[in-house]
């Protein structure tokens, strides 16, 4: 049969029609919220690039999540900002490095919410890559111990999830392995499974302060030519014995996660890139867009390509607009 008998346009005459027939659905609880932790007392460094985002010090992280917990998102992923950087990030993996402390006085004052870390070394090398440095190559395998030693001490902090994004080879087995011998096997890893050398991080860069010194990151994160190659790296973390894989960034990589999701039936977190909010936060502020429309069509567009977790700078104030219906 077709027109005038078929007529989809009969299942969009009014938003109730709509509402009944829609095929994917946006959710507070999909979402988790990027924080950057610093050192210091009173500390709310706005990140010119990201207009909402700062750099906080615990004492204002904790009032932080109390906001979150309030908007029914529930959980964090951690970024820090370290007192020091040397050519090892030895803060990254130091007990009382800036994540680790924060870890610690998030649980002691709200135990059941969820805090993910971010297991990397960009932000604490003085050099800005995301491992050991040798005659200016990244090198791989003295990198999985340090990592290793970075998701440790975070789980003995506290975490409720290590999510590994500096794309060396072999890590999740690494941070698996010495996770299980300490007595953490029920820790999950959120591996940064196809992770991208894109443009799109510049604004992230500026807050964490972890632009390359040298070069970039070329020679380990994945080009953004590329699909086959995602499907390899995220096969080798799930047999690595990762839990939920992430494409990273989002927006451009829609069909990534499509496939991804399709092929491995894994739980499959998006990460909404800094670059991605900025552009949307720019173009709002010149009354180009509609930010409420305009992001809440791109994270449902996330759902509908298979995310089945969203980390987005975005999150709070979806948050309210899903509330407000």
């Known amino acids: 049969m077709i027109f005038p008998i078929i007529r989809p346009r009969r299942l969009r005459t009014t938003e109730t029609l709509r509402s009944m027939v829609r095929e994917n659905h946006l959710h507070i609880e999909d979402l988790i919220y990027p924080l950057f932790v610093a050192h210091g007392q009173g500390v709310r460094k706005a990140v010119e690039a990201m207009p909402g985002v700062y750099n906080l010090s615990i004492d204002n992280l904790l ?4 906001e979150l917990i309030k908007l029914g998102i529930p959980g964090i992923i951690l970024f820090g900002i370290p007192e020091q950087k040397d050519e090892k990030g030895s803060e990254a993996y130091a007990e009382e490095g800036i994540i680790q402390k924060a870890i610690r006085a998030v649980k002691k004052e709200y135990p059941d919410f969820l805090v993910i870390t971010d297991v990397c070394l960009c932000e604490y090398t003085d050099h800005g890559h995301c491992g050991v440095i040798h005659e200016g190559q990244v090198l791989n395998d003295p990198t999985l111990e340090l990592l290793a030693c970075t998701a440790l001490s975070h789980a003995r902090a506290g975490a409720d999830m290590v999510a590994p994004s500096d794309m060396m080879d072999g890590r999740v087995a690494a941070i698996r392995s010495r996770l299980d011998e300490e007595g953490f096997s029920h820790i999950p890893i959120m591996a940064y499974s196809a992770k991208y050398a894109s443009a799109f991080y510049g604004p992230f860069r500026e807050a964490a302060g972890s632009a390359p010194q040298f070069g970039d990151r070329k020679a380990y994160q994945m080009d953004p030519a590329n699909a086959s190659e995602a499907l390899r790296e995220t096969r080798l973390d799930i047999d690595e014995g990762a839990d939920i894989v992430m494409v990273k960034p989002a927006l451009a990589y829609m069909d990534i996660i499509r496939i991804v999701k399709d092929m491995f039936k894994y739980p499959v977190a998006a990460y909404n890139v800094s670059g991605e909010y900025a552009m949307v ?14 992001v809440l069509e791109t994270l449902t567009g996330l759902k509908r390509a298979g995310a089945d977790i969203i980390i987005t700078y975005h999150a709070k104030d979806v948050a309210r607009w899903l509330k407000e219906g």
Do not use: F, H, N
């Open 281 to 294: 936060k720019a173009a709002a502020k010149k009354g180009w867009v509609d930010e409420k429309r305009i």
């Open 63 to 66: 009032p932080e999540i109390e």
